[in-house]
Each structure stands twice: as structure tokens, then as C-alpha cells.
């Protein structure tokens, strides 16, 4: 019988810490995948960035950063994980932060 998949470690809402967010949220690439979040949570696989691929590494890393700094939860599902936007948590904890960082004009906006 296989074994579904193991749970990630997220932070409680309450023992998010402002700079750890605002490093998750300062690398343009981390940045763009939190932008596609706020339409919608996504399947891990589909979250490539839009302006083009980078290795699974790289999107694992980024990934985790954002995890564990309390920006996305990550959810296993069968043998799929989905990634969301943890928003009410953010919000309640900083008020306005993400709604402020989402109504930034990106890169691709300019």
C-alpha cells in the first residue's frame, strides 16, 4: 500500500515575522509566482513562471521560501501537491502588506 504524501511544515499566522515575508517577497521570481497565486492556488507542476522555465531545483527552492515564510501553504492531494496563497493569514497578521505588494505595477507592467 503506498503511503500518501508527507505534510510540509507551515508556520502558525501568528509566528509570521515581517522581514522573513518581505525577503520571501523580493526575489522577482518568487514575486511573479505569488502574483499567479492571487488569481488562484495552482498544482506545484504548473507553477513555472510566466517569463519562462527554470529548473526544478530552482522552483523548489523558491518554493520553500516562500513556505516557510508563511507567504504559500502546500498541500498534498493524491500524488499531486497544490500550492495557495495563504492571504487571510498574511492580511490578519499585516494588514494591507499583500495587498499593497499585489497592486505594485511588475516588471512585465512597466
Given amino acids: 500500500m503506498m503511503s ?14 515581517v ?9 522577482p521570481a518568487r514575486l511573479a509566482l505569488v502574483r499567479r497565486l492571487a488569481e488562484g492556488p495552482l498544482e506545484v507542476a504548473a507553477c513555472q513562471p510566466i517569463e519562462g522555465e527554470i529548473p ?3 522552483l523548489s527552492h523558491h518554493l520553500k521560501t516562500l513556505r516557510e515564510a508563511g507567504v ?5 492531494a493524491g500524488r499531486r501537491r497544490y500550492v495557495s496563497l495563504r ?6 497578521r499585516f494588514p494591507g ?3 499593497a505588494v499585489l497592486a505594485t505595477p511588475g516588471p512585465s507592467d512597466a
Avoid: Q
Wanted: aromatic content about 2%.
Fill in 4 to 17: 500518501s504524501a508527507r505534510e510540509l511544515a507551515h508556520p502558525e499566522a501568528a509566528d509570521l515575522v
Fill in 19 to 27: 522581514t522573513d515575508v518581505l525577503f520571501a517577497l523580493s526575489d
Fill in 56 to 58: 526544478k531545483s530552482t
Fill in 72 to 76: 504559500i501553504r502546500n498541500v498534498p
Fill in 87 to 92: 492571504r487571510d493569514d498574511l492580511e490578519g
Fill in 97 to 99: 502588506l499583500l495587498t
